[in-house]
């Protein structure tokens, strides 16, 4: 197979800009030019993933799908009992036309996709996908609440869960794992564990919103923190004072990343794990597919083109701050621009970028990676979040001195964010010429597109939030609540902003610390609408709900 041109070997060797050497050939005669060849091409990294499973694919004269960024259907994973997934190693993708697309370990054999077919009773479109990611694929879509509660009224019904010391018992080890997938197939933020007066429950954040999943039994529940402490090294003899910490776990052939948090309840402790991308998994939305207002996204573009200055994006945890400033660098990356960022943890990797993480457990912080980037001769700088004093007074100085800052603040609009670099101790006559934008953002959910339908709301509901009269015949939208919803009538997130441009009469403010009240008048004469303006024009678009809009935003008339 070796002088095959049409073999895996033989691709990556015509792979342009690669040279492979001997290992290419040593791993060739360990493992021959199949499957297994793919695989420690992979876990040698010669190349990416992507690129091998692509040229194997290719060698096979079919398509590659990667099952953690492909759209995966309940319905086509419904298709396929779990029994024959787990046996064929398959998992169905979609189904489109009465034809089902699936992912298989090995699309090669016909025979295999015939009975697939057989046993579905629809045509099978075969694509190829790793083993591993096929398996793991597996264990998280076909995770559900009733085997999960099943599982959990085995485990209360035995006596061995009592001691926390036995926190690393197979059986729990499951129930936990098994959690953590159905999270992630439910595309949770967030995993509440909650003691409770007579039982406790596990929570999730799904689109914003928590919703209870299921509940357990109090006798596992220190168990169950403890299995959850040895994950994060957090001491698991220490119940009295609140514990921080991380795991990963690997998904495939990426990892998962999570930060724990364990604080002492009236019931127990209470748990809380924030899921955080999968590094190497969470895709890039470009600015373009952000779908911000155009009033928002033109002046934000031309802000990102600046040479010189810091931009900074606000809002609480978890309101795509990252994901923007992400999309603000691959538009500004260019091959002729050094960019480095600093970040905790790296959540997607970027091409041509230089990407450093911090480090607490080796006091590598914020602000000492950041002196060092600066004698790397950057053009552009993000700094994942400005904490203190040091760190905003050399983002500061980098901006004066010719550099392009990005950085994420927790303030509640775009004005707080120059106020508070003032508060945490940047002098006035640092902070007004280094500052030249501000954009503030928060996430509602979106309305379900499968059960969305229109209706008319009041006229106090319209004369609360607009004061045009010319609105009362204009449909505004709502999710009925359907299964691909989970009821809950809202599926994904809808980001809305406010942007505020520095002036020099903004920046004559800043100098006499001029109050948060007196920068938005200011603002609001080059333009700035507050973000409840941008939320009422989503909700116009039929986009999110007026509910959603009241519970993330402050009241502010829209006019």
């Known amino acids: 197979m070796e002088n095959n041109p049409n073999s895996l070997a033989a691709k990556l060797r015509a792979t342009p800009h690669f040279d492979f050497g001997s290992e290419l050939t040593a791993l060739e005669k360990q493992h021959g030019s199949g499957l297994r060849l793919l695989e420690a091409v992979i876990d040698g990294k010669l190349v990416s993933k992507d690129i091998a499973c692509r040229l194997y694919a290719d060698c096979l004269g079919i398509a590659y799908v990667d099952p953690f960024a492909s759209?995966?259907?309940?319905?086509?994973?419904?298709?396929?009992?779990?029994?024959?997934?787990?046996?064929?190693?398959?998992?169905?993708?979609?189904?489109?036309?009465?034809?089902?697309?699936?992912?298989?370990?090995?699309?090669?054999?016909?025979?295999?996709?015939?009975?697939?077919?057989?046993?579905?009773?629809?045509?099978?479109?075969p694509v190829f996908a790793?083993?591993?990611?096929?398996?793991?694929?597996?264990?998280?879509?076909?995770?559900?609440?009733?085997?999960?509660?099943?599982?959990?009224?085995?485990?209360?019904?035995?006596?061995?869960?009592?001691?926390?010391?036995?926190?690393?018992?197979?059986?729990?080890?499951?129930?936990?794992?098994?959690?953590?997938?159905?999270?992630?197939?439910e595309r949770a933020t967030d995993i509440h564990i909650e003691p409770q007066e007579t039982q406790c429950r596990v929570r999730f954040r799904i689109d914003g919103?928590?919703?209870?999943?299921?509940?357990?039994?109090?006798?596992?529940?220190?168990?169950?923190?403890?299995?959850?402490?040895?994950?994060?090294?957090?001491?698991?003899?220490?119940?009295?004072?609140?514990?921080?910490?991380?795991?990963?776990?690997?998904?495939?052939?990426?990892?998962?990343?999570?930060?724990?948090?364990?604080?002492?309840?009236?019931?127990?402790?209470?748990?809380?794990?924030?899921?955080?991308?999968?590094?190497?998994?969470?895709?890039?939305?470009?600015?373009?597919?952000?779908?911000?207002?155009?009033?928002?996204?033109?002046?934000?573009?031309?802000?990102?083109?600046?040479?010189?200055?810091?931009?900074?994006?606000?809002?609480?945890?978890?309101?795509?701050?990252?994901?923007?400033?992400?999309?603000?660098?691959?538009?500004?990356?260019?091959?002729?621009?050094?960019?480095?960022?600093?970040?905790d943890p790296i959540e997607i990797q970027l091409a041509g970028i230089t990407q450093t993480q911090v480090n607490s457990h080796i006091d590598l912080k914020f602000s000492t990676v950041l002196r060092s980037l600066l004698r790397q001769d950057p053009d552009a700088i993000l700094i994942g979040e400005i904490r203190d004093l040091e760190t905003a007074k050399i983002a500061a100085e980098a901006a004066?001195?010719?550099?392009?800052?990005?950085?994420?603040?927790?303030?509640?609009?775009?004005?707080?964010?120059?106020?508070?670099?003032?508060?945490?101790?940047?002098?006035?006559?640092?902070?007004?010429?280094?500052?030249?934008?501000?954009?503030?953002?928060?996430?509602?959910?979106?309305?379900?597109?499968?059960?969305?339908?229109?209706?008319?709301?009041?006229?106090?509901?319209?004369?609360?939030?607009?004061?045009?009269?010319?609105?009362?015949?204009?449909?505004?939208?709502?999710?009925?609540?359907c299964g691909a919803c989970r009821g809950t009538g809202y599926k994904g997130r809808i980001a809305f902003h406010e942007l505020v441009l520095i002036t020099e009469e903004i920046r004559a403010l800043i100098s006499n610390r001029a109050s948060v009240q007196e920068i938005t008048t200011a603002a609001a004469k080059v333009g700035f609408k507050p973000m409840r303006y941008d939320g009422l024009k989503k909700v116009l678009l039929g986009l999110t709900t007026i509910d959603e809009i009241e519970a993330n935003t402050s009241f502010e008339w829209a006019t």
């Open 130 to 185: 790793l083993p591993r990611d096929i398996e793991d694929a597996i264990i998280i879509q076909y995770s559900n609440e009733k085997n999960l509660e099943e599982n959990l009224n085995e485990l209360s019904g035995s006596t061995v869960f009592d001691n926390p010391d036995l926190a690393d018992s197979e059986s729990l080890v499951k129930i936990l794992d098994d959690i953590i997938y159905y999270a992630i197939r």
């Open 400 to 481: 004066l001195t010719g550099h392009i800052v990005f950085a994420t603040l927790h303030t509640n609009n775009a004005a707080q964010a120059i106020v508070r670099l003032i508060e945490i101790g940047v002098e006035p006559y640092m902070v007004a010429p280094s500052v030249i934008g501000v954009l503030a953002q928060r996430l509602a959910a979106r309305i379900c597109e499968n059960c969305k339908e229109p209706y008319y709301p009041p006229r106090e509901v319209l004369q609360k939030y607009f004061q045009d009269d010319g609105l009362v015949d204009v449909p505004f939208y709502r999710g009925r609540g």
């Open 209 to 343: 919103l928590l919703r209870e999943v299921l509940t357990y039994s109090r006798k596992l529940h220190r168990s169950f923190v403890a299995r959850i402490k040895i994950l994060s090294n957090l001491n698991i003899a220490e119940t009295r004072f609140p514990q921080d910490g991380r795991f990963s776990m690997p998904i495939g052939t990426a990892t998962a990343n999570f930060r724990v948090s364990t604080i002492p309840a009236h019931f127990g402790e209470k748990a809380v794990v924030r899921i955080l991308a999968m590094s190497g998994r969470k895709s890039m939305i470009t600015l373009d597919k952000m779908m911000m207002s155009q009033s928002i996204l033109t002046p934000f573009r031309r802000l990102i083109q600046n040479p010189n200055g810091i931009i900074f994006v606000t809002g609480p945890t978890g309101s795509g701050k990252t994901t923007t400033l992400y999309s603000a660098l691959h538009e500004i990356n260019k091959p002729d621009t050094n960019i480095s960022t600093i970040e």
């Open 71 to 125: 759209l995966i259907t309940e319905e086509a994973v419904a298709t396929i009992p779990l029994e024959i997934a787990k046996k064929i190693r398959v998992i169905g993708l979609y189904l489109i036309d009465g034809v089902l697309t699936a992912a298989f370990a090995e699309p090669e054999d016909a025979a295999a996709v015939k009975r697939l077919s057989l046993i579905v009773q629809v045509p099978v479109s």
